[in-house]
Antibody, heavy 124, light 109 residues
């Protein structure tokens, strides 16, 4: 069965960086993209960015450009999301999700499998 | 990119139908048939319920249905059940990104 398993909770100080991992299994990892979505406490879902596991193209949300980097290691079927210069309002649960979009020429369509989520707490 | 607009909450008794609206613009919901809906129970990851406006993934009950008219998409839950109580989010293609809705809490009375 398709699974995305994320790394554990993190506590960081303002200004620090965090890297969250997402390991896929049960499918051919390089035939689907990966998107990252975050959810602040009590708030809605916010798309952060996407990576093609095929050609490593990326897209990022405008409001996070310059602070977020999404990478992938296809040899281990793992995607990573790094967020830098952390602020208190970056405190959220971070999810990875399997994305139908594999090529920059494709549309953003839907996210069919999600990781369990990783809580990142930013606090001094 | 502004979030799509959803009602904050809707409610219904078991067996009734409820409909959640999702209003965007011609640059997202109205411009493409790439609207999806996600169900989220407390402290759980979102689950895909509808994609491409009307399609249901395998395993999703047929009491969930989607539609779209102009810039507004809708999710209807027919024959409401206790386990349908959750938050629901719409999502649309928006050019170079996804845009999510503000979220709707469905309460089963």
């Amino acid at each position: 069965q398709v699974q995305l398993v994320q790394s554990g909770a993190e506590v960081k100080k303002p200004g620090a960086s965090v890297r969250v991992s997402c390991k896929g299994s049960g499918y051919s990892f390089n035939t689907y993209g990966i998107s990252w979505v975050r959810q602040a406490p009590g708030q809605g879902l916010e798309w952060m960015g996407w990576i093609s596991t095929y050609n490593l193209n990326t897209d990022y949300a405008q409001n996070l450009q310059g602070r977020v980097t999404i990478t992938t290691d296809t040899s281990t079927s793992t995607a990573y999301m790094e967020l830098r210069s952390l602020r208190s309002d970056d405190t959220a649960v971070y999810y990875c999700a399997r994305d139908q979009r594999l090529s920059p020429n494709d549309y953003y369509d839907y996210l069919d499998y999600w990781g369990q989520g990783t809580l990142v707490t930013v606090s001094s | 990119q502004s979030a799509l607009t959803q009602p904050r909450s809707v409610s219904g008794s078991p067996g009734q139908s409820v409909t959640i609206s999702c209003t965007g613009t011609s640059s997202d919901v109205g411009g493409y048939n790439y609207v999806s809906w996600y169900q989220q129970h407390p402290d759980k990851a979102p689950k895909l319920m509808i994609y491409d406006v009307t399609k249901r993934p395998s395993g999703v009950p047929d009491r969930f249905s989607g539609s779209k008219s102009g810039n507004t998409a809708s999710l209807t839950i027919s024959g409401l059940q206790a386990e349908d109580e959750a938050d629901y989010y719409c999502c649309s293609y928006a050019g170079s990104s996804y845009v999510f809705g503000t979220g709707t809490k469905v309460t089963v009375l």
